[in-house]
């Protein structure tokens, strides 16, 4: 059964506007959690992590929102810029070993 | 080179053929991942070594076996696999131990088992 989830497996936005991509998780051992960006052809790049310490984290234009009693994770960007088009995973872990993965959402950013 | 980096990015392989993948992380990290990813599934954790040491192994069958000879390489031999083991295999690193957990990936190896 799957811990993380991804429900929306694609999001269009213009350019400009705000992308907001959700994950759901069902462990509540979980205490770190991870975005990944990835492009066609290439590996899963790092964006922008958070801990269960934390509701908030924020790195220039990405924001990440952990909300604990709901097990939702969220990644803000804006303003959205045509080049952030690529696959967002999140990953969640327990023992910051063995991360859990969803199945990831596609962002369009439409100039 | 920087970062982590695999070989081969493409293999094609008869179900009888024994081939290996190649990681290599410029890091400095004190661990390394395989990850399987398969289409329209979110990725599979396969192995973890920790200071080369295997510390998990997520029931993979064992027509896959890792290596891992020192912090920097990592190996994934295959020996008769199925069709259905085609997917893109990810290797990563990650340094355990200094507060942050973060993954780094590398640009993966795309199987295809005839």
């Known amino acids: 059964d799957q811990q993380v989830k991804q429900n929306s497996p694609s999001l269009s936005v213009q350019e400009g506007r705000i992308s907001i991509l959700n994950c759901d998780y069902t462990?509540?051992?979980?205490?770190?959690f991870l975005w990944y960006k990835k492009y066609p052809a290439e590996g899963p790049t790092f964006l922008i992590s958070i801990s269960s310490i934390k509701d908030k984290n924020e790195d220039g234009r990405f924001t990440v929102f952990l909300n604990k009693s709901a097990k939702h994770l969220s990644l803000h960007i804006v303003p959205s810029q045509p080049g952030d088009s690529a696959v967002y995973f999140c990953?969640?872990?327990?023992?910051?070993?063995?991360?859990?993965f969803g199945t990831g959402t596609s962002l369009t950013v439409i100039p | 080179e920087t970062g982590v980096t695999q070989t081969p990015r493409h293999l094609v392989m008869g179900m009888t053929n024994k081939k290996s993948l190649k990681c290599e992380q410029h890091?400095?990290?004190?661990?390394m991942y395989w990850y399987k990813q398969s289409a329209k599934k979110p990725l599979e954790l396969m192995f973890v070594y920790n200071f080369k040491e295997q510390t998990e192994n997520n029931s993979v069958p064992s027509r896959f076996s890792p290596e891992c000879p020192n912090s920097s390489h990592l190996f994934l031999h295959l020996h008769t696999l199925q069709p259905e083991d085609s997917a893109l295999y990810l290797c990563?690193?990650?340094?355990?131990?200094?507060?942050?957990?973060?993954?780094?990936f590398g640009p993966g190896t795309r199987l295809t088992v005839l």
């Open positions: 990953a969640a872990s327990e023992t910051g070993n063995q991360f859990y």
């Open positions: 890091l400095g990290h004190n661990a």
């Open positions: 990563a690193s990650s340094h355990v131990g200094a507060g942050g957990y973060e993954q780094f």
């Open positions: 462990n509540s051992m979980f205490d770190y």
